[in-house]
């Protein structure tokens, strides 16, 4: 991450916000797309599906990080999202929704398919099913997950219950359909405003559930709000179906 980042420890990162321009609104996620490539323990595979694969930053780090494949499938709901991925040989767009009943039927279940997902698990409405249905699509899978630790000191100031899942909750629904391992990671997002906080959190695409605050409560939030950075915690799963 060059001169974006600020300090580094193992469990914990932390970031300033105005960086560059381009990904100022997804360092966290580019962060985390890398870290999740980072943990694949091969350098080849047949194929990868992308559940949630957005504008491409996972494909674009297995390339940085030497990853091989013979098919990539780019999975997401968003059709727009779909469209600014890279298109290549070996790369096929899929535009489903993993919340949706019978959401893998049309892709072909095989078991030298491995499963990966970066930031987009956290919007699953049922993650006992959702975890279910990828276990069945593919034996191997690695998931970052956005966790309710995000938004933390927020949340408890404005009395709001996060609109995410907990590190718990996740992982007892993972472990029903896997054997898994996990690290769990702390991001911090440095900013010169709490306005621009605010801003951030609404383009961000990692909703803070601030939508149930009016104007007002907004207003009495930024005032109150003790940090100068926003906090991010991921999930990291490794698993086998079991
Ligand atoms: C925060 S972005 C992350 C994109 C990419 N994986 C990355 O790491 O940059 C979340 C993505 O998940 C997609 N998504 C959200 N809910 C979805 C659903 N129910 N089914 C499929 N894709 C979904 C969104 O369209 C978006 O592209």
């Not at 100022?24 to 999740?36: C, D, F, G, P, R």
């Amino acid at each position: 991450m060059g001169n974006r980042e600020k300090k580094t420890s193992n469990a914990s990162k932390e970031f300033s916000r105005f960086a560059k321009a381009y990904d100022q609104y997804n360092i966290i996620q580019s962060e985390v797309a890398k870290t999740l490539v980072s943990k694949l323990p091969e350098n080849s595979y047949n194929t990868i599906i992308d559940i949630g694969a957005g504008s491409g930053r996972v494909y674009q780090n297995l390339l940085s990080q030497n990853i091989a494949f013979e098919h990539f499938i780019a999975l997401d709901s968003s059709l727009e999202m779909l469209e600014i991925h890279p298109d290549a040989k070996g790369v096929k767009k899929v535009c489903l929704d993993f919340n949706g009943t019978g959401a893998f039927d049309t892709l072909e279940q095989t078991e030298d398919t491995l499963l990966l997902s970066s930031s987009a698990l956290q919007w699953s409405t049922d993650p006992e099913a959702t975890f279910l249905r990828l276990s069945q699509l593919a034996p191997r899978a690695y998931f970052a997950i956005f966790t309710s630790n995000t938004f933390k000191t927020l949340h408890q100031n404005a009395g709001i219950h996060s609109p995410i899942y907990s590190t718990d909750r996740l992982k007892s629904a993972i472990e029903k359909h896997y054997h898994a391992s996990y690290e769990v990671r702390q991001y911090k997002l440095h900013f010169d405003a709490v306005y621009d906080m605010f801003r951030y959190i609404k383009k961000s695409g990692v909703s803070g559930g601030e939508k149930k605050l009016g104007y007002k409560e907004t207003k009495v939030l930024m005032e109150k709000y003790p940090l100068d950075y926003l906090e991010f915690e991921v999930l990291f799963a490794e698993g086998k179906r079991r």
